[in-house]
């Protein structure tokens, strides 16, 4: 049963993958023309330094992709090179390719998300159900407004309003990049304290938005849970406070906001996008923008497979752990 | 109304950010030149003064003008998107989860995968294959393109427990068809459910075409809010100390979502009474 769950995900995720694939081979050719190559041809055409790279590009996009070939055998190409992770050269910054660009770029994303999510997950969740317990200090309540009105805006929105308090009026914290730019990558808590101090803004405009949205979450969860007989008769049966809060609301609660998590995930990440392209933050948001400004198609084909598949395996690995939070679910079929 | 209304601030609040933001157009539109947000029209970077109350930006745009402008035009993308996606999700709700069966698993798979992707990265592939710069309109349509998986979701959610209610029970056993049980019994029970998951709607239409924008990705001719963002991103507006420039499209922004979030819980209210006593 356990082994029939983690294959029916593990199928999710493969379809994930060759979604994801195909969306990047089908979407351009939609529109009727090749976009890829009339962009490597105008650059060609443009002619300058990068002109002897464009040239291997095309042969090798014509080769590789043997337009002249049936449809279907272009396609099965296609998936064959993605599986591979290999998605030729970028456009602008020939001879890199798009693999190493964006290997380069994933660990500061995964360093900024991987923190931010966890952080005002597990900040959020706890807040909320504090919110909603009766025990609670007093003044907690004059949290709710705050927390709505931020969960309301869009990250990178406060990340501006941030960038201009916090490092513009009160030059507190670096502004733009991963680490200063005379700083040598080293080891050294001088340098750690550097990236540090340079993520700050970035995953504080992430934290302050998303926390207030799980504390929203969990809190309405709580209310149902603590209405529910059970807690009713753990109370009457003279339990502390404590144990009931914990062992019987806050456990019970938690699983609905794991499932909201999973589902979150795509939405944080389209939204960290943006913060880090607001930042410079030299993640793959940044990257992607630059890909978009100078007409880089196959990195940007690159990226959007990488996060797509990046984000199915966390999916993956939380509908995994998922059973071990709730037994229930492996006794379950269908849903 | 009025008694309602005050006991349901939330919807209070949405309402009355939205009838300003309202206001500040139609006014804005009666009295404001907007030729004015044309690059070059008037003298770049100025400080608000009383000829150009919201300043002007490195472009020789009337901010106050780009404002009147351009708000119009994001409303009308996040609209346009929103009833499209709501539209075909409300539809596909209903077929999915009230004839079941393998249109619903595929339904169903469908919207649940395509919500674990990113739909920004979907949009911008999409964005970058249709070539040459997009108009309004065009934006609104690529948003609609996922815009409808959220909706298609929640609404089948909602269908899947009316569909086991008595009188939908009773109407089955009188006769009636399904598309008359649909229209005429569960429709009208879940029209509030469909408000506030249309205001969603909108508002997630928004924040994807502002997030296309800022990246460069918009119409590059139109004033959109997200429009301005991206000069303003793109001169580093923030940096420069040039405050005007961006105050008044991140206020009118932050007026947008939150009027429209109040909006959505105050409806959510009104679709599910039983959030009273929790509030």
Redesign the interface.
Known sequence: MQLAYIARRFGVFLLIVWLAASLNFFLPKLSGQDPVRTKLLESAQLGGYVHAGLEDMVKEYDQRFGLDKPLWQQYLTYLRATMRLDFNYSIANYPRTVREMVGEAVPWTVGLLGTTTLLSFGIGTLLGALLAWPGAPRWMRWLMPPLWALHAIPFFLLGLILMYLLAFQVPLLPIFGGYSAGASPTLSLGFVWDVVSHALLPALSIVLVATGGWALGMRGMMVTTMGEDYVTFADAKGLKSATIFMRYCLRNAILPQTTALALALGQILSGAVLVEVIFGYPGIGALLFQAIQENDFFLIQGIVFTVIVALGLATLILDVVYPWLDPRISYRRGD | MFRYVRRNPSLAVGIVLLTLLALFIVIGNLTVDTELARPLSVRALQPPSWEHPFGTDRQGRDLLAAMVAGTPLTLKIGFIAGFLGVGIGTVLAFVAGYYRGMTDTVIRGIAD?G????????L???A????GGLTVNEMAIIVASLAWLNPTRTIRAQVLTLRERGYVEVARLNGMSGPEIILREMMPNLLPYLAATLVSAVSAAI??S??LE????GPLESPTLGMT?YW??FNAA??N?W?WW?VAP?VI??IV??G???LT?GLDEIANPR?R??A
């Open positions: 995968i919500l674990t992707v990113p739909g920004l990265l979907v911008i592939v999409i970058v294959s249709v070539r924040l994807a502002i997030g800022v990246l460069g990705l963002l303003i991103n923030i940096l100390g405050w961006w991140i922004i932050l979502f939150l429209l979030f109040f819980v959030l006593q929790s």
